[in-house]
């Protein structure tokens, strides 16, 4: 299992992170609060000084006169590091007063709203610096000139940024401390949110190896019940299988001992012969018993194999294996046996059958089925192996069947119909367990002259070369 960071540093990380984009969004949020406030504190004093100097207007000898107030301009000497320009136009668009140049408004600047006069606000670049300008139209009417005059006020921008870089520190660093307690709260909630898991985990490094029980209970979370059920349930199947393995290591042992103690009382009992011929006897017989001991443990370590075959296949090591080839180079393979006992073996199916499974259990299962059909066949008797689609393999013989009643018995571990006619008792029970592997439907059927017909259905695959 590959560790992935530390889950309370992930979810600190994450909230960071969260915390940080709110920070951003905050700041850009009260810059640009700030700004508007700014602007309209300081606009507002722009109009003041503009209509201070259109109150001074005058009209001397048909011209107009502007006698600029001190107080006009004064009002920023206080407040603004920046500075001031100022001009007035006639009703001409003459320069009565002022700084030549400065900018007038864009012809979409819209008249405010804000104030009961006819100004614009507007933003432009004057002497290299951005300023802030304000346009007031001032009407003008006397006896020789009638008209509307301009005044035109503009302050550059470095108080409006001083003001709103001020309200952006101040918003940053209490958000920032908010942040800081936000991280500290955090902390505390995911360690407390983390104690059930710590309790759980002392709940399973406290407990002993052989101990396979469920878990004690203990105080969670209802979002870590499954993780507690899924635990136990994980135990309760590792002990089925603990408990099947130590079943079948005893079977095992009392199969084995039983022959062996039985060839090694042959043996004996031969040595204490004089005649030639018990001599003979005792070998044959003790050849017998060594084929069936060979038999046995062969069958064990096909058991054994289907352990780890049946764990390959879970972990997704299955392939799509053609059962038709298989069964026929099986057939082939087992002919001179079937021939030697006097017994017709025969295949029918179409070209292709797909399934997916592990090829060596598939001959395994194939084997078994086969070998089990041979042996309870009488001589002059067939044994049919038969494929078909999407995916089902049946085998057939002439032998003397299984009753009804007996039928799942026999896929138990050990388990003989007739004991007197020897054999391991573990065929079907291999072909049992390779069809759980596979996920397979196993079901034994009467035979069409009476013997056994085992049925097999597989889930279907594709092609080898589709998958």
């Known amino acids: 299992m590959r560790v992935d960071g530390s889950l309370r540093g992930r979810l600190l990380r994450r909230m960071a992170g969260l915390l940080a984009v709110l920070l951003a969004v905050s700041g850009l949020s009260a810059y640009s609060n700030g700004r508007q406030a700014a602007d309209r504190a300081y606009d507002r004093t722009l109009l003041a000084s503009a209509r201070s100097i259109a109150d001074g207007l005058s ?23 920046g500075r001031i320009y100022y001009q007035v136009l006639d009703i001409h668009g003459q320069l009565v ?49 009638s008209g509307m005059a301009e005044i035109r006020v503009a302050e550059t921008e470095e108080a409006r940024e001083r003001m709103a870089r001020g309200l952006l520190v101040d918003t940053l660093l209490r958000m920032g401390l908010l942040a800081v307690c936000a991280m500290a709260l955090a902390w505390f909630v995911v360690t407390a949110a983390l104690r059930p898991l710590e309790r759980l985990r002392q709940a399973v490094d406290e407990r002993s190896p052989e101990d396979l029980r469920p878990l004690p209970p203990v105080t969670v979370q209802r979002e870590l019940l499954p993780l507690v059920s899924a635990l136990n349930l994980f135990t309760g199947r590792l002990r089925n299988l603990l408990e099947r393995q130590s079943q079948f290591i005893a079977d095992a042992a009392h199969e084995l001992r039983t022959p062996l103690a039985a060839l090694k009382a042959r043996l004996e009992l031969g040595l204490r012969e004089r005649d030639p011929d018990a001599w003979y006897r005792t070998l044959e017989e003790a050849r017998q018993s060594g084929d069936r001991l060979s038999h046995l443990a062969n069958q064990l370590l096909s058991w054994a194999r289907i352990e780890s075959s049946a764990q390959a296949i879970a972990e997704g090591g299955a392939e799509p294996v053609e059962l038709g080839s298989l069964c026929r180079e099986l057939g082939l393979a087992l002919a001179p046996l079937a021939h030697a006992r006097g017994v017709a ?30 042996a309870h066949t009488p001589p002059g008797g067939n044994v049919i192996l038969r494929v078909a689609a999407p995916a089902v393999l049946e085998v057939e013989d002439d032998g003397p069947g299984i009753p009804e009643s007996a039928r799942q018995k026999v896929f138990e571990r050990f388990q003989r119909l007739d004991p007197q006619r020897g054999g391991a008792g573990l065929g079907l029970a291999i072909v049992g367990e390779i069809c759980r592997a596979h996920q397979a439907a196993i079901r034994l059927l009467d035979g069409a002259s009476g013997g056994l017909r085992v049925r097999i259905e597989f889930p279907p695959a594709r092609r080898a070369e589709e998958a």
């Open 97 to 145: 007063s002022g700084y030549e140049h400065l900018p007038g408004a864009p012809a979409n600047a819209p008249l405010t709203r804000d104030y009961p006069a006819l100004a614009r606000f507007y933003d432009a670049h004057y002497r290299g610096q951005n300023v802030r300008v304000v346009s007031l139209q001032q009407p003008v009417s006397e006896t020789t000139l």
């Open 345 to 374: 073996l025969a295949f029918e199916g179409p070209d292709e059958v797909w399934v997916t499974g592990e090829p060596t259990l598939l001959n395994e299962l194939l084997s078994n089925l086969v070998d089990n059909a041979l």
């Open 59 to 81: 009209e001397t000898d048909g011209s107009l006169r502007a006698d600029i107030p001190y107080l006009a301009l004064d009002s920023f000497a206080f407040d603004s590091a």
